[in-house]
């Protein structure tokens, strides 16, 4: 069975319903991670995304602010809750689909000044990642796990529009770039976009709303992401190589999110 997941920072579900019903209208995914939601858990729009095929949902909302939720035509159960955000923000949500551990994050961005003690955003965010790194290095790689969602670090070179001009902004810091890597060495994590686009192609997945081109700037950051154990390689790569590509084009459509939505497919049992 192929199963395709999509993970999209939706910046504010409930004015997107057009944008979401047309992207799972073309792509057609199995499960959809969704990030900044921006509504409180009994103000999700159950009902828009019941209309589309989706009837099982995990939703952890907050108002106003952050805000993580899964939605999907299979049907899931309950994946061990993670306590990684130490301001209890609603930035974890997890679910376990046809076997596979599903844990979808919204990163704390870490504001602007790049400095533990200056900026307690900044702290929160690198407490976040060593906290989730600790959770991960206990777990047993073998398991099919996956992490997804916008996880605020473009971690290459090619990630980011300019590497020497993003190399002091929040993102693409060298300190958010190694607590990046902590966490993916800390389970032996495979980051399937970029092994569907390999180095040094640029590959990005959000752009701001400042520029009025998005695509003639193309001053884009690659920070929404779909990692997976080692025990998910075989189900990743069944037809010989990684199927996960960035959906650029719907960051073109009417009113859309700053973020484009980013898919990979797995042939399960």
């Excluded at 047309?22 to 959809?32: M, S």
């Excluded at 001009?165 to 990046?180: D, G, Y």
Aim: hydrophobic share 40%; glycine share 8%.
């Amino acid at each position: 069975m192929r199963l395709r997941l999509a993970t999209w920072n939706i910046n504010s579900v409930r004015p997107r319903g057009e944008l979401i019903g047309r992207f799972i209208d073309e792509v057609a995914p199995d499960v959809l991670a969704l990030q900044e939601i921006k509504c409180e858990t009994d103000a999700f729009p159950r009902e828009m995304f019941e209309a589309l095929g989706y009837r099982h949902f995990r939703i952890r909302g907050q108002k106003g602010w952050h805000g993580v939720g899964i939605a999907s035509r299979l049907p899931m159960e309950d994946a061990p809750p993670l306590d990684v955000c130490k301001n209890g923000h609603a930035r974890c949500v997890g679910a376990v689909v046809a076997g596979i551990e599903i844990q979808n994050f919204y990163i704390p961005a870490g504001g602007d000044v790049p400095d533990r003690e200056a900026n307690p955003k900044f702290d929160h965010k690198l407490d976040f990642f060593e906290k989730l790194t600790l959770e991960m290095s206990g777990r047993d790689p073998s398991r099919p796990l996956v992490l997804t969602g916008d996880f605020n670090v473009a971690p290459g070179e090619n990630d980011v529009w300019s590497h020497k001009q993003m190399s002091k902004v929040v993102s693409h810091t060298p300190i958010e770039i190694q607590a990046m890597a902590d966490l993916q060495a800390s389970l032996g994590f495979i980051d399937l976009p970029r092994l569907a686009t390999p180095e040094p192609e640029k590959l990005f997945s959000w752009w701001s709303y400042r520029a009025a081109d998005f695509r003639a700037s193309n001053r884009g950051l690659r920070l929404d992401h779909i990692w997976i154990s080692p025990g998910m390689k075989d189900a990743a790569l069944s037809t010989g190589k990684a199927v996960s590509r960035v959906h650029d084009d719907v960051r073109g459509w009417d009113k859309p999110s700053d973020h484009a939505p980013v898919t990979a497919d797995f042939v399960v049992p």
